[in-house]
């Protein structure tokens, strides 16, 4: 077994994504946490406008469940450079996401022990009823994430994993609502089953496992450039990756979000 994680090192959503999309990636940031120069690519000029605009809205929607006055916060998303936090403040306020319910937890981190390793979910809102576990996400993507791929990502098998284990919810369903700003009106909902759970600890367990057994070496490049374009160290790698794909910016998107 490896040595080289940091002793205490708590896995979670984004150092996992990180690590599915590029072993070496993982290595710079998590293993030796060098900081990152100025990218080599476009990655900067969009992409940080709307990790900003993401970030802000986040922030907002925290300070709205934290119980700030909408109006306060209608100015806030007003002053911010970019339109598009107030339109998306807009359209969350008159979604069914905003009812303020008891037992709601905004940016609510929990962590579980899963097979002697630490596991941590930051969670945009958990709502913990008395019959139910709901999870919600809010995402500002540029184009409809495909559902199939969404139900795959390493954030949504981790969620659902410590929603369950840390709140003994082994009689209550686990579902999990991706809200997105751009399209408000079409969330993408998945309602785990038991299996699905099993076969979600399974992979996340297996992930972890591979990460513990490799040998420094063995953190290599990964070969598909698209993970590339948005990598915050591609100057340690000379690439810049191929530009324009989604699923790839909205990976770093998100690891971004979670962790700067
Ligand atoms: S630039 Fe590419 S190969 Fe280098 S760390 Fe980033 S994703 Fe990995």
Redesign the pocket.
Known sequence: MSEILPRGFVFSQSNLQAFQ?????FM?RYIRKLPWPSPLSARSASFELDQAAGSMLHSLIHQYFLGIDAELLRSCAEAFPDARVSRWLERFLASPYSEILPNQYPEHSQQIALGGNLLLAKFDLLHLDDDAIQICDWKTSRILLNRVRLQNRIQTMVYALVAVSANDSKTRPVSMYYWEADFPDNPIIFEFSPQQLIDFRKTITNLIHTIKSLSPDEFI??TN?N??SY????T??S?V?IPKDEQAYQDWLEIGLLEN
């Open positions: 999309n590029c072993r070496f990636s710079l490049r990964t450039l993970h590339c990598c915050e160290y591609q340690y790698c690439r990756g």
